[in-house]
C-alpha cells in the first residue's frame, strides 16, 4: 500500500470519526410507531431457570481439504411453503480457507438435521470470485459473515470483503437467499456518511438483535487506525434505515446486544483498550442512542464476545477472560436487572495450553423439543454455542437449561 493510499485512508479515519458524531447514514424510511425490542426477547420475572448442562459437543463438519477455520455465526431456520427447510433447524456460517486472508477463503455452510441430530456435510455458500462477479468489483479477500433471518424466514448473509489493503479496509457485502440455501449478493451496503466513495473501514461480526417491525438491529464495528461500535437499523426485508454510533470510545469493536426490556439494551464489546476489559453500552429507547457505561468487571484481551438472554431475562455471556491470549472460553450468567457490577457466576468451557485458542463465540437460544406440563409450567431451551477451535476448526456445545413459570 502507497504512502498515498496509507494518507487517503487516515483521512477517512478522521472524518468518519467527527461525521458519525454528528450524522447518521440517512433513512429512506419514515417510521410511524416506536419500533421496540420483542416481548419475549425481554426479561419476564415470573420465569426462572436452573442450571446448565452440556448435552451434545464436537466440531462442525469441514470441507474436504480446508485446513483452517473462523468467525462462526448461527441463525434458527424458519420452514415456510416457498423456502422448505426440513428437516433442518439450524444453519451455521463460517469462513474457511488455507489461512485468514488468504485468496482461496470462502463462506461455507452446515446445516444441522433435527431428526438425525447432527450436523450435515458442510458446503460452499460463495468465494471471492463470485461475489466479484456478481458486484462487478474488485474482491481481493473476504471474511467473517453474520446470518439473519427475516421476517419471512428468508436468510440475509452480511460478508465482510476487502478490494485493497486488510481488514481495516473491508466493507460489507450484503447477500440474499434466493432459493432454499442458495444466495446472491445483491450490494456493498452504503455505511460511510456522505463519503460513499470511500465506503470502507465497515465490518460485521456477532448476530443482529431483532425487533417488533419484523427489522433487526446488525451490530457493525468501524476499523481503521480507531475502533467504534456501530448499529444499522434494517426493516423486515433487510432494507437499510439508518446507522447509529454505540460508543464515543475510539478502542472498542464486535458488540453484542442483549436486552433488558422493549427499550432497553446493553452492548458488550471487545475492547482494544489499556484495561483489557469488556466494555459496555446501553441504550434506553429501542437502539436510536447510545451511550457508554464502565467496563465489566471481567477481563477481555481484545478478543469477540457472544451473548445471549436466557427465558428468565438472564443473560449468558461468553468470552475470553485471561489477560493474554485466548487460550481459555469462559460462559458467565449474569442477572440482567442488577448483575453487571456484581461478581459474576462463571465456568470454563474450555481452556488451553499458552497459545491454543477457543475464540469468536457465537450463541443462539432455541426452543428444545421435549416440554412437560406439570402444576409449574415447565420448558427446556437449547443454547447452541458455536466457536473457532485452534484456527483448524468450528467447534459446538448445545446446553441445556430448564426454565420454569409459575402459573397464576
Not at 144 to 171: E, I, K, Q
Request: aromatic share 8%; glycine share 6%.
Amino acid at each position: 500500500m502507497n504512502v498515498l493510499t496509507i494518507s487517503l485512508m487516515l483521512l477517512l479515519s478522521i472524518c468518519a470519526d467527527a461525521l458519525w458524531h454528528y450524522i447518521d447514514v440517512p433513512s429512506t424510511h419514515t417510521e410511524t410507531t416506536p419500533v421496540l425490542f420483542p416481548i419475549e426477547n425481554t426479561t419476564s420475572e415470573g420465569n426462572v431457570c436452573g442450571p446448565i448442562r452440556i448435552i451434545d459437543k464436537g466440531t462442525l463438519p469441514m470441507p474436504e481439504g480446508v485446513s483452517s477455520a473462523h468467525a462462526s455465526t448461527l441463525t434458527a431456520l424458519q420452514d415456510s411453503p416457498s423456502l422448505p427447510r426440513a428437516p433442518y433447524s439450524l444453519a451455521a456460517f463460517w469462513f474457511a480457507g488455507s489461512h485468514e486472508s488468504a485468496p482461496d477463503v470462502f463462506i461455507t455452510m452446515s446445516l444441522y438435521d433435527k431428526v438425525q441430530q447432527k450436523w450435515r456435510t458442510a458446503q460452499s455458500v460463495t468465494t471471492r470470485q463470485t461475489l466479484q462477479a456478481e458486484l462487478g468489483v474488485a474482491i481481493r479477500r473476504i471474511g467473517n459473515p453474520m446470518v439473519w433471518r427475516d421476517a419471512s424466514g428468508r436468510m440475509h448473509l452480511y460478508v465482510v470483503a476487502t478490494g485493497f489493503g486488510g481488514w481495516a479496509a473491508s466493507r460489507v457485502v450484503h447477500l440474499r437467499e434466493q432459493e432454499p440455501f442458495q444466495f446472491t449478493a445483491e450490494r456493498i451496503l452504503p455505511l460511510t456518511p456522505l463519503v460513499a466513495l470511500f465506503n470502507t473501514s465497515v465490518l460485521v461480526r456477532a448476530l443482529p438483535q431483532p425487533l417488533n417491525d419484523g427489522g433487526a438491529l446488525l451490530p457493525l464495528y468501524f476499523e481503521l487506525g480507531i475502533k467504534y461500535a456501530l448499529a444499522l437499523k434494517v426493516g423486515p426485508q433487510g432494507e437499510l434505515h439508518h446507522v447509529r454510533r454505540m460508543s464515543r470510545r475510539h478502542d472498542v469493536l464486535q458488540p453484542s446486544i442483549v436486552t433488558k426490556s422493549p427499550t432497553d439494551a446493553i452492548a458488550f464489546m471487545r475492547s482494544d483498550g489499556p484495561a483489557q476489559r469488556l466494555a459496555l453500552s446501553e441504550t434506553h429507547d429501542a437502539g436510536a442512542h447510545w451511550h457508554d457505561l464502565p467496563d465489566a468487571p471481567v477481563g477481555n484481551p481484545n478478543s469477540s464476545v457472544a451473548t445471549v438472554q436466557l427465558p428468565s431475562g438472564e443473560w449468558l455471556v461468553a468470552y475470553n477472560p485471561v489477560p493474554q491470549g485466548r487460550s481459555m472460553l469462559m460462559l458467565s450468567q449474569i442477572n440482567s436487572l442488577n448483575g453487571l457490577r456484581k461478581p459474576w457466576d462463571s465456568e470454563v468451557l474450555q481452556q488451553g495450553q499458552a497459545g491454543s485458542e477457543y475464540s469468536y463465540p457465537t450463541m443462539l437460544v432455541t426452543r428444545a423439543t421435549d416440554k412437560t406440563k406439570s402444576a409449574l409450567s415447565s420448558y427446556s431451551f437449547d443454547v447452541w454455542l458455536t466457536y473457532t477451535d485452534q484456527r483448524r476448526a468450528i467447534a459446538f456445545m448445545c446446553l441445556r437449561v430448564q426454565c420454569q413459570q409459575v402459573q397464576p
